[in-house]
């Protein structure tokens, strides 16, 4: 399926950035109509050559810059209007591509750092992450920056984690690291959708990507010029030819 977004038919989905159009500030359009959505328990992956505008969807449907056109909703609850912050305490847990983490601080203090809009008991979440990267449990009294790049991603996930988001965003969460570690952070990605959690990524490892991917979206110039399964767009000559070399 490819050309245009086609929605499943009944429910909307989980999380949906659907028809949006806007830049930052008074500048030029970025997006231009895409549509960008995730069910629960999936993986979809934002993909397309650079520039395209795919950390700037990712961030629409943030609340980090206003739309012109089109809306943000979240569990059937139009977010439009709401900041970061609020999208946050609405259960959106964002990971930007940089500056993830607190580098002065353990990583201890960084999961913390995470829970802090919870009165709860969060320290069983905090358990959970460190089951899910146990190399953090290992190193939870060393600051966060004195990690690898892998390590300090984890750390970035883990304390996303530790809002206990109801989707979880990631901006290039690969961006930098070895294949190896990358294979491994993929794995963890896996690992935390298989609990139900939707997971919404941007990639600029595509074709890595689009293979753990449940949907995938090819942006061209901020607007959707192929989408379908992961598999469907690894399959699809043009997106190959186009995308991923081949």
């Known amino acids: 399926m490819t050309g245009d977004v086609a929605q499943a038919a009944g429910a ?5 950035g659907e028809a949006m159009r806007g830049g930052y500030g008074r500048g030029a359009d970025i997006l231009h109509g895409c549509t960008i959505a995730v069910e629960r328990g999936e993986i979809a992956v934002i ?15 943030f609340g980090m810059l206003d739309l012109r056109e089109g809306s943000v909703r979240l569990d059937g609850e139009d977010i439009t209007a709401l900041s970061p912050q609020a999208r946050v305490r609405k259960g959106m847990g964002f990971v930007p591509q940089t500056n993830n983490i607190f580098a002065s601080m353990s990583v201890e203090e960084n999961l913390e750092m995470g829970a802090f809009i919870r ?4 320290h069983g979440t ?7 990267f146990p190399i953090l449990r290992d190193k939870r009294r060393q600051a966060a920056g004195e990690l690898s790049g892998g390590q300090r991603q984890q750390v970035a996930v883990g304390r996303a984690l530790m809002t206990k988001p109801k989707v979880l965003m990631l901006d290039e969460p690969t961006a930098g690291v070895s294949p190896i570690v990358m294979d491994e952070l993929f794995d963890r990605i896996i690992e935390v959708a298989r609990t139900g959690l939707p997971v919404l990524m941007v990639e600029q490892n595509a074709r890595q990507a689009l293979e753990i991917a449940d949907k995938g979206y090819v942006l061209v110039q901020g607007a959707n010029a192929h989408t379908g399964t992961g598999a469907e767009l690894l399959a699809d000559t043009a997106v190959r030819r186009s995308f991923l070399g081949g």
């Not at 993909?47 to 449907?61: D, F, L, Q, R």
């Not at 905090?126 to 899910?132: A, F, G, H």
């Open 12 to 16: 909307a989905p989980y999380l949906i």
């Open 47 to 61: 993909v397309g050559p650079n520039g395209a505008g795919k950390s700037t969807a990712m961030k629409a449907v």
């Open 119 to 122: 009165d709860d008991d969060f």
């Open 126 to 132: 905090m358990e959970q992450v460190y089951d899910l």
